[in-house]
């Protein structure tokens, strides 16, 4: 069985979310999410993308995501999987982990 490659992407800022003193930065949070889903799911292909919200890509979709998180005052970093919101400030592993599987990704442990 062939994988579809999921797209994480995870939306932030240098500066720390005012509502989200005391937590990692959202590079931090991208840094140890791309480590942990690596563990979690090794061999499995998956694209995970930093996006400044301040300074986007030239990716209409990611642009246009990264003006939402600051228009709607979101809290950062809001990580989306496949054009989904799944965690925002302090994203939780196991709402990741769930939608992964949706897409058919297999914990290593249950292999």
Do not use: H
Not at 39 to 64: C, G, H, M, S, W
Not at 91 to 108: F, N, S, T, W
């Amino acid at each position: 069985m062939s994988l579809k490659q999921v797209e994480i992407c995870v939306y932030g800022a240098e500066v720390i979310c005012a509502s989200c003193v005391n937590l990692p930065s959202s590079k931090e949070t991208y840094e140890w999410l791309e480590a942990a889903i690596k563990r979690k799911y090794p061999d499995q292909p998956f694209l995970i993308t930093y996006v400044d919200i301040f300074n986007p890509p030239d990716d209409e979709v990611k642009k246009a995501f990264a003006e939402k998180v600051i228009e709607e005052d979101l809290f950062y970093p809001v990580v989306v999987v496949e054009g989904e919101i799944v965690g925002e400030g302090n994203p939780k592993l196991r709402a990741i982990y769930e939608k992964m599987e949706q897409y058919g990704y297999q914990d290593v442990e249950q292999l």
